[in-house]
């Protein structure tokens, strides 16, 4: 499911590379078949953005966001089981899924960073993709309300991930998640646990995202991991 592909690309940490590949991105945005009118005018608004600022200037704008604070972080059990025993067996699970499934991890990046997984996700058939998003909702919906929240661009990103799970993503009322709130869950380092397909992450240690597709149709490529 190459729209994944491009919604991983567009969450890393940008780099020339990326810089240089927009035109191109922006192109199969505009030709996707799986997102609707709205998810890509909206991607493509936020691909726009990349265009003014500098390089320098866009790493700062992502680093702002993703690694200052745990409430946006782009790993996804720190969402779910934050410092507890049960994060380290995930972990092992869901690289245990990747390489059953030939998904080699070709830098040192942790297997749930959410554009790795995504990566992951982009080379399974769409059924499978799609149960993989649902299975990962919650997360992807505390981190859109978030960046809804800072105004951010990349909000657009997760909106698209949303959709292409078949929901509608749950747009927060006004004063919902304020300013001084957000910042002190940054503080605070502590979100509350959230559940794969009703598993008690206090109960198990992984999810059925993990558990329930051991095997894969084709086997994808190997790039992966935060420059």
Same mark, same amino acid.
């Not at 604070?69 to 899924?97: I, N, P, T, W």
């Not at 769409?126 to 990962?136: G, N, P, Q, S, T």
């Given at each position: 499911m190459f729209t994944l592909k491009l919604l991983s690309i567009l969450l890393h940490y940008p780099d020339p590379e990326m810089l240089k590949a927009l035109g191109q991105i922006r192109r199969a945005v505009g030709k996707d078949r799986?997102?609707?009118?709205?998810? #890509?005018?909206?991607?493509?608004?936020?691909?726009?953005?990349? #265009?003014?600022?500098?390089?320098?200037?866009?790493?700062?704008?992502?680093?702002?966001?993703?690694?200052?604070? #745990?409430?946006?972080?782009?790993?996804?059990?720190?969402?779910?089981?934050?410092?507890?025993?049960?994060?380290?067996?995930?972990?092992?699970?869901?690289?245990?899924?990747?390489?059953?499934?030939?998904?080699?991890?070709?830098?040192?990046?942790?297997?749930?960073?959410?554009?790795?997984?995504?990566?992951?996700?982009?080379?399974?058939?769409?059924?499978?993709?799609?149960?993989?998003?649902?299975?990962?909702?919650?997360?992807?919906?505390?981190?859109? #309300?978030?960046?809804?929240?800072?105004?951010?661009?990349?909000?657009?990103?997760?909106?698209?991930l949303i959709a292409l799970a078949g929901e509608v993503p749950q747009v927060s009322a006004p004063g919902q998640l304020d300013a001084p709130a957000a910042q002190a869950l940054d503080t605070q380092w502590a979100d509350e646990p959230v559940t794969f397909g009703g598993c008690d992450p206090t109960a198990c240690g992984s999810c059925p995202a993990i558990k329930a597709r051991q095997n894969c149709p084709r086997p994808p490529s190997s790039r992966g991991g935060n420059p």
């Open positions: 799986f997102l609707g009118g709205a998810e #890509k005018a909206r991607l493509i608004g936020f691909v726009d953005s990349f #265009k003014g600022p500098d390089l320098i200037e866009l790493q700062e704008r992502y680093s702002t966001l993703f690694d200052q604070g #745990k409430a946006l972080s782009l790993h996804m059990f720190e969402h779910v089981h934050g410092e507890s025993r049960q994060r380290g067996q995930a972990m092992v699970d869901l690289l245990s899924l990747y390489e059953k499934s030939g998904f080699v991890l070709a830098a040192s990046e942790l297997p749930d960073y959410i554009p790795l997984f995504l990566e992951f996700a982009s080379h399974q058939e769409r059924h499978d993709a799609i149960v993989l998003l649902k299975d990962v909702l919650p997360v992807l919906n505390i981190i859109r #309300k978030r960046l809804e929240e800072r105004k951010s661009a990349y909000q657009a990103i997760f909106d698209a």
